[in-house]
Each structure stands twice: as structure tokens, then as C-alpha cells.
Nanobody, 121 residues
Framework: QVQLQESGPGLVKPSQMLSLTCTVS??????????WNWIRQPPGKGLEWMGAITYLGSTYYSPSLKSRTFISRDTSKNQFSLQLSSVTPEDTAVYYC?????????????WGQGTQVTVSS
């Protein structure tokens, strides 16, 4: 059973960088065909895909967030991370990490429980 767990600060000041880590257990982030995604849900809104890192380490970003987003991984720790720069209150959301078992099919089979991030001074 694959498990994902998000971690990071719950409060970030405007203009600063949001940094989150997803720790994966029960499976490897280098397993063929897998892609590891960051998805968020602002209050009262739907899910928004932010970006992904594949099992080969290639990264893909939402066009609307590409200029502020960076996704990386640490294969030795079986973790992948999200950095979102220059945050504003509009970046307040529950942030999820999720696995797409076959990159490109946009089907997520395992999710973290989500972590609330609030952007406020």
C-alpha cells in the first residue's frame, strides 16, 4: 500500500516562498511510469493541478503557475518537494500530493491527506 504524507509550514507570509515535502512509503518514486503530483484546493474552489515530477525526474508545470513553481525530488529519502515563490493570499489552499500510476492519464490512485497552507501577514 502506497502512502503519501505532506509536510511543511502551515503559515507563510506574503511575498515569501512556500515549501512543502511529500514523503512516500510503500513504493518508490522511481517506479516506472509513475508521476508524482502536487494539487491544491483553495477555499470554496475546485482542485487545481500545479505540477508533477516523473519517475525519470522530468518536471511539468501548470502554465498559470510555471513562473513561480519548482518541483524536485530526493530519491535517497523517497521524497518530492514543492516550492512556490512570491506567494499571495490567493495561494491559501489545502495542498495535496498524489500519485499518477501512468503518467499522462491524469488518474490519481494514492493521495496524501492534505496540508492547509495559509498565506497571511
Amino acid at each position: 500500500q502506497v502512502q503519501l504524507q505532506e509536510s511543511g509550514p502551515g503559515l507563510v507570509k506574503p511575498s515569501q516562498m512556500l515549501s512543502l515535502t511529500c514523503t512516500v512509503s510503500g513504493g518508490s518514486i522511481t517506479t516506472s511510469s509513475n508521476a508524482w503530483n502536487w494539487i491544491r484546493q483553495p477555499p470554496g474552489k475546485g482542485l487545481e493541478w500545479m505540477g508533477a515530477i516523473t519517475y525519470l525526474g522530468s518536471t511539468y508545470y501548470s502554465p498559470s503557475l510555471k513562473s513561480r513553481t519548482f518541483i524536485s525530488r530526493d530519491t535517497s529519502k523517497n521524497q518530492f518537494s514543492l516550492q512556490l515563490s512570491s506567494v499571495t493570499p490567493e495561494d491559501t489552499a489545502v495542498y495535496y500530493c498524489a500519485r499518477d500510476p501512468n503518467w499522462g492519464q491524469v488518474r490519481y490512485d494514492y493521495w496524501g491527506q492534505g496540508t492547509q497552507v495559509t498565506v497571511s501577514s
